[in-house]
């Protein structure tokens, strides 16, 4: 990885609290979409599922949802993408991992509390390949866990069995509304090497 993109996409990224007055194009979605799904989950099982909300109306719908302190940063980002895990994704292992036809029938037996960590656990991971995805293109993120989960599920799930786990509000960040870094830990306090 050239020294340039890891500047973009860790070293010197943020997150964002303020937005320019840029869109963001369905096209862009589209591109973000199309790297993210190839980042690696457990059995191939990509069991996240995006929102882009976007339009008026849909902001909408989100701003009761929202802690009162992420209500103005994420009704003037140009798109905010809610994460979610889709429940019956064991449905969709036929397509997803072929050559193992029986696969969606073992992930259907999982045992609840076992198949809630394994759906956190993969969406999770998509949602942070999202955030990697969207600084490469020259997106900025602002990823939030304050919010109503039974409420966005209300929302904007009625329809399908989908659980909202995080939102991340993309656009250009505005620099003067970023907030002053704060430290990360060091090698010797995180890490080992065994
Ligand atoms: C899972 C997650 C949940 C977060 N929830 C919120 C939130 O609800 N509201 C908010 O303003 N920031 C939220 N943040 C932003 C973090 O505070 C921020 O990413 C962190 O302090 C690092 O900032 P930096 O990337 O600018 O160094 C969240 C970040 C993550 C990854």
Sequence with gaps: MSDQLLQQILLEARTHNGWLAETIDDATLRRLYEALRLGPT????VP???VFVKSPEAKERL???LAPGNVEKTMSAPVTAIIAYDTRF???MPK???????MGETFAAM???????FLLQNASLQAGYLILAARALGLD???MAGFDREKVDAAFFADVPWRSILLINL???DPAKLYPRNPRLDFEEACRIA
């Excluded at 457990?42 to 099982?45: D, L």
């Excluded at 045992?111 to 960590?117: A, I, N, T």
């Design 96 to 102: 997803l991992f072929p050559a193992r036809p029986t």
């Design 111 to 117: 045992p609840p509390e076992q198949r809630d960590f």
């Design 42 to 45: 457990a059995a191939n099982t």
């Design 171 to 173: 656009g250009h960040g």
């Design 90 to 92: 064991h449905d969709k």
């Design 63 to 65: 701003r009761p949802c």
């Design 48 to 50: 996240a599922r995006i």
């Design 141 to 143: 993120c602002g990823p």
